[in-house]
């Protein structure tokens, strides 16, 4: 099982950009299907992005849709989340996960990391 520590969460102002890591641990990353989820204040856990083994598919939220790209480096143990047009609502803890079933990344992953903060200003 992987380990998951995230990284390059911050504080930025509306319309800026900001570029999430998540380094994981372990040989078998890319057996992984990985994803970012995000909670805000008083809000539950919410699905953000997703990405295949291979990095061949992704899928998105509607609300970021356009705005937030995920990628990975299998190379590297590696996954990001490259955030553009911040608005203030994007604020929150935002998680990595990972999950062997690309089928439950998006609902349900095994396994999580512990979160950085991102806090968009007005």
């Known amino acids: 099982q992987v380990q998951l520590v995230e990284s390059g969460g911050g504080l930025v102002q509306a319309g800026g950009s900001l570029r999430l890591s998540c380094a994981a641990s372990?040989?078998?990353?890319?057996?992984?299907?990985m994803g970012w989820f995000r909670q805000a204040p008083g809000k539950e856990r919410e699905f953000v992005a997703a990405?295949?083994?291979?990095?061949?598919?992704?899928y998105y939220a509607d609300s970021v849709k356009g705005r937030f790209t995920i990628s990975r480096d299998n190379a590297k143990n590696t996954v990001y989340l490259q955030m553009n047009s911040l608005k203030p609502e994007d604020t929150a803890v935002y998680y990595c996960?990972?999950?062997?079933?690309?089928?439950?990344?998006?609902?349900?992953?095994?396994?999580w990391g512990q979160g950085t903060l991102v806090t968009v200003s007005s």
């Open positions: 990405i295949s083994w291979s990095g061949g598919s992704t």
């Open positions: 996960a990972a999950d062997t079933g690309i089928d439950t990344i998006a609902t349900n992953p095994g396994v």
């Open positions: 372990g040989r078998t990353f890319s057996s992984y299907a």
